[in-house]
């Protein structure tokens, strides 16, 4: 039993580790509000040492009367439903597959996992080089067999398929949570069931799903968070044109465009504010089962 000695002791162990980490989150966030009301053009000669124009909320009115702000939110939140659906059914299907015995088991799950390790800019390049590419990518070379015109993927499909490349690369983490969480049923009540007599599909949906419900919280908690910030696929595919240019990619484009960090760090603002809506909106629909 912990005596009120060693909870102090643990306490400050603990203590440097939290401030860090505090200080790891507080000082870029403090940074953002402070540049947010400022006018900071550091390429044009502007310095931190000279002072800065205040602005107030010239930069949020800016950054919100823009025409692409709302078009941008509403792309994020597509791109990241599109990837969660995907991960999330695709992911309980592979798990199940990989739950039953097969020879060469342990290499097809290796297999299976091993897009996650790989970079986003890499399978970005490798997507649109090896398979999207209209004239010599695999995908076309298989519509050309069966006779059919190629797709120009990245132009005539482009948030489908950037939604197909993030996808494939968070499958691999849906899927390696949800095969733990198979693995961890009893496997007598399937047994007692199967013995009852009850069809596959109805021992899935009534012991199987519910039993995932808590993986899949987490699952589409941490997609989710990560989620809402990407980037490199968007830059190495089309550049944030055709649709496909989310929030994050328009706060960068803002930036580049004005070179005014203000403008910017406005726009950070607001992808802060629609992370934490989401987030909120999860965990009162979607976290409830983890107090299951």
Known sequence: MATKASRSAARIMM????ILLLGWMLVPLTMTLYFSF????????????????????ENYARFLSSSSFWPSVQTTLIM???????????????ALLLDQPFWGQGVVRILVIAPF??????????????????????LAHLWRFFGAEP??????????????????????????????AIQS???????AAEMDGAPALKRFWFIILPHLSRAITIVVLIQTIFL??????????????FGTRTLT???????????????????GVYAIILANIVAIFLMRIVGKNLDK
């Not at 990241?80 to 309980?92: E, K, N, S, W």
């Not at 499958?171 to 949570?177: C, D, E, N």
């Not at 049923?185 to 399937?190: H, Y």
């Not at 990619?249 to 726009?267: C, E, H, K, P, W």
């Open 15 to 18: 203590a440097p580790a939290v």
């Open 38 to 57: 400022k006018r900071y053009l550091p390429l044009r000669g502007d310095s931190l040492e000279r002072g800065l124009d205040w602005v107030g909320f």
């Open 80 to 94: 990241v439903g599109g990837v969660l659906l995907i991960t999330v059914v695709l992911g309980v299907l592979l």
């Open 117 to 138: 390790f790989v970079m986003p800019t890499v399978s970005a390049l490798v997507w649109k080089n090896m398979f999207m590419d209209p004239v010599n990518g695999i």
């Open 151 to 180: 797709v120009s993927w990245l132009s005539d499909a482009s948030l489908q398929s950037v939604i197909m490349i993030v996808s494939w690369q968070w499958l691999p983490f849906a899927t390696l949570i949800l095969l733990t």
């Open 185 to 191: 049923l009893d496997g007598e009540q399937l047994e």
């Open 228 to 241: 809402l910030s990407i980037f490199a696929e968007i830059f190495v595919t089309t550049g944030g044109a």
């Open 249 to 267: 990619y328009l706060i960068f484009q803002r930036v580049i465009d004005s070179q005014n960090i203000g403008l910017g760090s406005a726009g």
